[in-house]
């Protein structure tokens, strides 16, 4: 059988996680590419926003809350929006919250993200555990404790 060779094995050492995020194009609000080597050994909530989402925002307080109380079980939060630098850079600077905002040059269809606020979460291994749609209590008791043991 003949056929080209397209690297695919390269493309199956890549974990679920890094797959997702290479589809996404990553920059910081620097507008400086994202190397997402930073993230490797870590665990992971990917979380999918908009400044306009208001689900997305009130989210938000939890999400900081519980990435202070999961400082010691290794794990990154990371917000992706795939509206223009501007905007996120400005929601951010307003809001003041302690999280890592970083925006997408695909869209968030194009990684199949549908509906906001959509949130991943891979274990160190890259690979996703769970995919929750819609808004979340992060930091209550019944998260943290199931987060904790991932």
């Given at each position: 059988?003949?056929g080209?060779?397209s690297?695919?094995s390269?493309k199956?050492?890549l974990?679920?996680?890094?797959?997702?995020l290479?589809?996404?194009?990553l920059?910081?609000?620097?507008?400086?590419k994202?190397?997402?080597?930073f993230?490797?050994?870590?665990?992971?909530?990917?979380?999918?926003?908009?400044?306009?989402?208001?689900?997305?925002?009130?989210?938000?307080?939890s999400?900081?809350e519980?990435?202070?109380?999961?400082?010691?079980y290794?794990?990154?939060?990371?917000l992706?929006?795939?509206?223009?630098?501007?905007?996120?850079?400005i929601?951010?600077?307003k809001s003041?919250?302690?999280l890592?905002?970083?925006?997408?040059?695909?869209?968030?269809?194009?990684?199949?993200v549908?509906?906001?606020?959509?949130?991943?979460?891979?274990n160190?291994?890259?690979?996703?555990?769970?995919?929750?749609?819609?808004?979340?209590?992060?930091d209550?008791d019944k998260?943290?404790n199931?987060?904790?043991l991932l």
């Amino acid at each position: 059988m003949l056929g080209c060779n397209s690297n695919a094995s390269n493309k199956s050492s890549l974990s679920e996680m890094e797959s997702l995020l290479l589809k996404s194009s990553l920059v910081d609000l620097n507008n400086r590419k994202v190397d997402i080597k930073f993230l490797k050994g870590n665990k992971v909530i990917l979380n999918y926003w908009a400044t306009w989402c208001q689900p997305c925002i009130k989210e938000m307080p939890s999400l900081v809350e519980a990435q202070k109380k999961l400082k010691n079980y290794n794990y990154q939060v990371i917000l992706i929006s795939d509206e223009n630098l501007e905007k996120i850079s400005i929601f951010q600077s307003k809001s003041k919250y302690d999280l890592n905002f970083i925006k997408s040059i695909k869209s968030n269809e194009l990684v199949g993200v549908y509906s906001l606020p959509t949130t991943h979460i891979f274990n160190e291994k890259g690979n996703k555990i769970e995919t929750i749609v819609g808004t979340v209590d992060w930091d209550s008791d019944k998260m943290i404790n199931k987060l904790k043991l991932l």
